[in-house]
């Protein structure tokens, strides 16, 4: 299932998002709280302090293999919203796709690491986190806003829905 992390310090941002990813992607199934993001002042350059994120996750099921279009997609979003002149940060807004089956929560990065697979054209995943004993659990490279109970019990809810999606896709 395709869940897009929007991180953003500007809340209308939120709305452009999900809109342009329904567009694509079709209708939101399930939707996280939006929750401070203050794990990192990494993105304070060109994002401008006090951002907030939000997971959404889509209904339509994705095959693995799309997630680095997904990724390549998600970040010529974010390059058309700060080419829109609306906003005078240089990054308004952060789109992090991943995909969450039932033994893991995966996502696509341009960055590489020692953990972190290449897929093609400059993406790389990584899994973040990993079902085990009910609930997602960290390894010790996930993100600190990953590891946040808000975040964990959000993705435990979209698995629950994802179980709902695939009885229904008959699979």
């Known amino acids: 299932m395709l869940v897009v992390a ?11 998002t ?14 996280s709280p ?25 209904e339509q ?16 979003l974010e390059r058309e919203l700060a080419d829109s002149g609306q906003y005078a940060e240089a990054r308004p807004v952060n789109l992090d796709p991943g995909l969450l089956t039932l033994g893991k929560f995966e996502l696509a990065t341009t960055k590489d690491q020692c953990h972190r697979i290449y897929l093609r054209d400059g993406i790389f995943a990584e899994v973040t986190l ?3 004993d009910g609930q997602y659990e960290p390894w ?3 993100y600190a806003d990953y590891r946040e109970d808000v975040v ?20």
């Open 61 to 76: 099921l994705v095959a693995p293999e799309q997630l680095t279009a997904i990724k390549l997609h998600t970040n010529q």
């Open 140 to 142: 010790p490279w996930t």
């Open 152 to 171: 964990r019990r959000a993705l435990k809810e979209f698995r629950d829905y994802y179980k709902q999606r695939l009885a229904a896709a008959g699979g």
């Open 34 to 58: 939006i929750y401070p993001f203050h794990h990192t002042k990494y993105y304070d350059s060109t994002m401008g302090p006090g951002q907030h994120k939000q997971l959404l996750a889509f």
């Open 18 to 31: 999900r809109e342009r990813l329904q567009r694509d992607y079709g209708p939101i199934g399930a939707v």
């Open 6 to 16: 929007v991180f953003s310090k500007h809340l209308e941002a939120f709305d452009w």
């Open 130 to 132: 990993r079902f085990q």
